[in-house]
T-cell receptor, first 112, second 111 residues
Framework: GENVEQHPSTLSVQEGDSAVIKCTYSDSASNYFPWYKQELGKRPQLIIDIRSNVGEKKDQRIAVTLNKTAKHFSLHITETQPEDSAVYFCAASRKTGNQFYFGTGTSLTVIP | EPEVTQTPSHQVTQMGQEVILRCVPISNHLYFYWYRQILGQKVEFLVSFYNNEISEKSEIFDDQFSVERPDGSNFTLKIRSTKLEDSAMYFC?????????FGPGTRLTVT
């Protein structure tokens, strides 16, 4: 089955700096890669996603890149703010209705 | 914006007891899922459900677990005889297509 690895497990940045979280996957059949943000005690919320036919996608301060050949994808947050502090999970999936395979999470702390 | 809802928010039960966790998926969604998250760990898939049957399940989803869609709105997860290691946050999710929307979770504590 699919194995998703995520690094780093913890990340601290100064407010205004950029944060990068990286994930790798093992199943070449995976073609959909969402990112979730989970604040303490709350539900995971989808913040951005990318499909395998696209190399990069951007939404305001958040961007995701995908390298299918190397089987890795990354989340980039620019101009970080304290409210970006949360645990971020990457995931991989094959198609609609299939399970998401989650990474182990990155705890991001933005220091004011 | 419609959201997935779950009840109860917290369930405490004794080892060996049966529990039923309830979810109301978003109304036009066709795919339903249960995941669990042990404290401090990653989210793990349990089961997916489509067209009134299980479409995929993980190794965690053994004979102690079952799912049901008893009516047009609810989606339930039953654990027949709970074990200490079943203590976790259980998330229901639903999707119309690729995006999966998560509920707020039920924290299950088995004592």
């Amino acid at each position: 089955g699919e194995n998703v690895e995520q690094h780093p497990s913890t990340l601290s940045v100064q407010e205004g700096d950029s944060a990068v979280i990286k994930c790798t996957y093992s199943d070449s059949a995976s073609n959909y890669f969402p990112w979730y943000k989970q604040e303490l005690g709350k539900r995971p919320q989808l913040i951005i996603d990318i499909r395998s036919n696209v190399g990069e996608k951007k939404d305001q301060r958040i961007a995701v890149t995908l390298n299918k050949t190397a089987k890795h994808f990354s989340l980039h947050i620019t101009e970080t703010q304290p409210e970006d502090s949360a645990v971020y999970f990457c995931a991989a999936s094959r198609k609609t209705g299939n399970q998401f395979y989650f990474g182990t999470g990155t705890s991001l702390t933005v220091i004011p | 914006e419609p959201e997935v809802t779950q009840t109860p928010s917290h369930q405490v039960t004794q080892m060996g007891q049966e529990v039923i966790l309830r979810c109301v998926p978003i109304s036009n969604h066709l795919y339903f899922y249960w995941y669990r998250q042990i404290l401090g760990q990653k989210v793990e898939f349990l089961v997916s459900f489509y067209n009134n049957e299980i479409s995929e399940k993980s190794e965690i989803f053994d004979d102690q677990f079952s799912v049901e869609r008893p009516d047009g709105s609810n989606f339930t997860l039953k654990i027949r005889s709970t074990k200490l290691e079943d203590s976790a946050m259980y998330f229901c999710a639903s999707s119309e297509a690729l995006w999966q929307y998560f509920g707020p979770g039920t924290r299950l504590t088995v004592t």
